[in-house]
Antibody, heavy 123, light 107 residues
Framework: QVQLVQSGAEVKKPGASVKVSCKAS????????ISWVRQAPGQGLEWMGW????????NYAQKLQGRVTMTTDTSTSTAYMELRSLRSDDTAVYYC????????????????WGQGTMVTVSS | DIQMTQSPSSLSASVGDRVTITCRAS??????LAWYQQKPGKAPKLLLY???RLESGVPSRFSGSGSGTDYTLTISSLQPEDFATYYC?????????FGPGTKVDIK
């Protein structure tokens, strides 16, 4: 079945970096883009950015520009999200989510979600 | 970025009740709106897209409507498995912002 499986929980110190993976299966990876969405404890959902699994084009949320990098490895059907210079307010569950359509450049609903990866930033 | 608001922020309802949640965008979004359901500790689940189109496998008691800046999600007869938090999301312009959520709990 179509699914996205994410890497496990991480604990990082302030100023460090974290890289979360999202492995796709059950569909042609390069046919759909992937967005990353995070959710701080007890809070709502925040879109972080999008990457085309076809050509690697990216579109990042303005507030994260310069701290976030999204990449893909088409040989393993895996998307990655790296966040640098971590702060305590980056503590959140990080989700990857697939574009519902194959040509929407992030501008469409997200139909398949990973299970989430908890990232805790604490000294 | 387009700002999204939802009302109410929470509601208490009984099984069988009709429930309506409203979502408003700070500018017109041309029906580029999705609704998601999230249960505690789980990833969001897509319910509707393009404001009123039901995602495959989603029960028909869920429906959506609206245009321009104002949209609604309606659950025609609330079921026990529907107690959750509901989010709207605009995908009209980058930023792809979510509403703050509406928590539906048991009266």
């Amino acid at each position: 079945q179509v699914q996205l499986v994410q890497s496990g929980a991480e604990v990082k110190k302030p100023g460090a970096s974290v890289k979360v993976s999202c492995k796709a299966s059950g569909y042609t990876f390069t046919s759909y883009g992937i967005s990353w969405v995070r959710q701080a404890p007890g809070q709502g959902l925040e879109w972080m950015g999008w990457i085309s699994a076809y050509n690697g084009n990216t579109n990042y949320a303005q507030k994260l520009q310069g701290r976030v990098t999204m990449t893909t490895d088409t040989s393993t059907s895996t998307a990655y999200m790296e966040l640098r210079s971590l702060r305590s307010d980056d503590t959140a569950v990080y989700y990857c989510a697939r574009d519902q359509l194959g040509y929407c450049s992030g501008g469409c609903a997200f139909d398949i979600w990973g299970q989430g990866t908890m990232v805790t930033v604490s000294s | 970025d387009i700002q999204m608001t939802q009302s109410p922020s929470s509601l208490s309802a009984s099984v069988g009740d009709r429930v309506t949640i409203t979502c408003r965008a700070s500018q017109g979004i041309s029906n580029s709106l999705a609704w998601y359901q999230q249960k505690p500790g789980k990833a969001p689940k897509l319910l509707l897209y393009a404001a009123s189109r039901l995602e495959s496998g989603v029960p028909s008691r869920f429906s959506g409507s609206g245009s321009g800046t104002d949209y609604t999600l309606t659950i025609s007869s609330l079921q026990p498995e529907d107690f959750a938090t509901y989010y709207c999301q605009q995908y009209y312009s980058t930023g792809f912002t979510f509403g703050p959520g509406t928590k539906v709990d048991i009266k």
